[in-house]
């Protein structure tokens, strides 16, 4: 996919569930990675090839991958969750083989 | 610990040019794919160029293609950005990332924190 289209902003309630989408022709073919950025800070690889979770990162974090659309859910929402998250794909048959989503803020109400 | 430190990042002009250098520790460097990420002010995340374990394989962005060079120096830890002929929407923090394994498409799961350059007249 060359193109990965993410909602600018999600907002939930402490507590609930998140979900953050990424959308791109025919993704579900491809492995989908996910970064979490807070602010002044690096991006933190949450989730990659689709549904594995790093080291450290919580459980409430996991990810799915199908058709048009990849989902990061985030269960039980807490105020530290708060940040831009980010999808990202690899694309071996292209000259410019790794792209980004355009992010979206979660913000927890 | 596992450590990338960038250097190299300043004010630059127009149509110069500048190299930033990446100091990998805490890891066997010439195991892992290595690439470069750069964050314009107030925006997302923008991969730009990516160099396999033993450099011989390279890619670039459409963006950064033909004026961007990644270099590596395995025997001295160390990952380059070449940039020339600097544009203002060059203007961004870049980031160092290392990938997790040694295949190409492998996720980003070490990042610096990033030097910043600053394209402007």
């Known amino acids: 996919s060359d193109v990965l289209t993410q909602p600018p902003s999600v907002s939930v309630a402490p507590g609930k569930t998140a979900r953050i989408t990424c959308g791109g022709d025919?993704?579900?073919?491809?492995?989908v990675h996910w970064y979490q950025q807070k602010p002044g800070q690096a991006p933190v690889l949450v989730m990659y090839y689709d549904r594995d979770r790093p080291s450290g990162i919580p459980e409430r974090f996991s990810g799915s991958n199908s058709g048009n659309t990849a989902t990061l859910t985030i269960s039980r929402v807490e105020a530290g969750d708060e940040a831009d998250y980010y999808c990202q794909v690899w694309d071996g048959g292209s000259d410019h083989p790794a792209v980004f989503g355009g992010g979206t803020k979660l913000t927890v109400l | 610990e596992v450590q990338l430190v960038e250097s190299g990042g300043v004010v630059a002009q127009p149509g110069g040019s500048l190299r930033l250098s990446c100091a990998a520790s805490g890891f066997t460097f010439d195991d892992y794919t290595m690439h470069w990420v750069r964050q314009a002010p107030g925006k997302g995340l923008e991969w730009v160029s990516l160099?396999?374990?033993?450099?011989?394989?390279?890619y670039y962005a459409d963006s950064v293609r033909g004026r961007f060079t990644i270099s590596r120096d395995n025997s001295k830890n160390s990952l380059y950005l070449q940039m020339n002929s600097l544009r203002t929407e060059d203007t961004a923090l870049y980031y160092c990332?290392?990938?997790?394994?040694?295949?190409?498409?492998?996720?980003?799961?070490?990042w610096g924190q990033g030097t910043m350059v600053t394209v402007s007249s």
């Open positions: 990332t290392k990938g997790l394994g040694m295949e190409l498409g492998d996720p980003f799961n070490i």
């Open positions: 025919n993704i579900g073919s491809e492995s």
């Open positions: 160099i396999s374990w033993d450099g011989n394989r390279i």
